[in-house]
């Protein structure tokens, strides 16, 4: 079995302005287990904003990579070479490219002189809803096979999908809200001691944290109901 984090809440900051991300990173750097860095910020910074963020917290890089596995390969060692926490990939993009993903992650840690980072595979987003779509848990179980760390899996997924790959693999959930407050685009959400319960390893919580006036005292209210 994999410890359970210390701390499992990871905050994205999911802005586009560097100012206002270093402003929450600085804010939340006390209270969260790691920072999320995703497209938004990266296309509008560019690689800088995860240094610039990991200096205040360990980073989670939501890069989504899905592409040939040679051109996920390069990526992912590039990311890596940032000294993030995290980094995910698709697993719609098969076996191989995952394979590739963490052997890219690997060379591009060593060359930096990093510890490598967590590679996750993401199964279904958590905006989508309906039957027509690839199953979560077969998904996990293909990542697994593949040598990643873990999966990002919608709340209503989690259980199913730690019942196929069992306890020593990270499911990090993403979609969660606070009791309350509303789903924003996430069809599949979750309160966070409800998605804990289901066996998550990490809580992804976006505009409930960093959309209100004190968002460090958000984030202290989501720990404290986990705790």
């Known amino acids: 079995m994999i410890p359970r984090p210390e701390n499992p809440l990871i905050v994205a900051l999911d802005v586009s302005e560097l100012g206002r991300a270093e402003e929450l990173a600085s804010a939340l750097a006390p209270h969260v287990g790691m920072l999320k860095v995703g497209l938004e910020l990266c296309w509008a910074i560019g690689p800088d904003a995860v240094r610039k963020v990991a200096r205040h917290a360990p980073v989670f890089v939501d890069s989504k990579l899905h592409d040939i596995p040679n051109t996920?390969?390069?990526?992912?060692a590039n990311i890596a070479r940032?000294?993030?926490?995290?980094?995910?990939?698709?697993?719609?993009?098969?076996?191989?490219?995952?394979?590739?993903?963490?052997?890219?992650?690997?060379?591009?840690?060593e060359e930096a002189g990093a510890p490598r980072p967590m590679v996750l595979a993401v199964t279904v987003l958590s905006s989508h809803a309906g039957e027509?779509?690839?199953?979560?848990?077969s998904l996990a179980f293909e990542a697994r096979a593949a040598g990643l760390d873990g999966v990002v899996v919608s709340?209503?997924?989690?259980?199913?999908?730690?019942?196929?790959?069992?306890?020593?693999?990270?499911?990090?959930?993403?979609g969660i809200r606070p009791a309350g407050s509303n789903g924003d685009d996430q069809t599949?959400?979750?309160?966070?001691?409800?998605?804990?319960d289901k066996g998550a390893d990490y809580l992804v919580v976006g505009r409930p944290i960093t959309s209100v006036a004190d968002p460090a005292a958000a984030a202290r209210s989501i720990l404290l109901e986990l705790r």
Do not use: I, K, Y
Request: hydrophobic letters at 45%; glycine letters at 10%.
């Open 72 to 76: 996920v390969e390069r990526a992912a």
């Open 82 to 109: 940032l000294g993030p926490r995290m980094l995910n990939v698709h697993a719609l993009g098969g076996v191989e490219m995952m394979r590739a993903a963490l052997r890219g992650a690997t060379r591009g840690a």
């Open 132 to 137: 027509d779509l690839a199953s979560p848990a």
């Open 155 to 174: 709340g209503r997924d989690v259980r199913d999908v730690r019942e196929a790959c069992g306890e020593d693999f990270c499911l990090v959930v993403p």
């Open 188 to 196: 599949r959400v979750l309160t966070p001691a409800a998605a804990q």
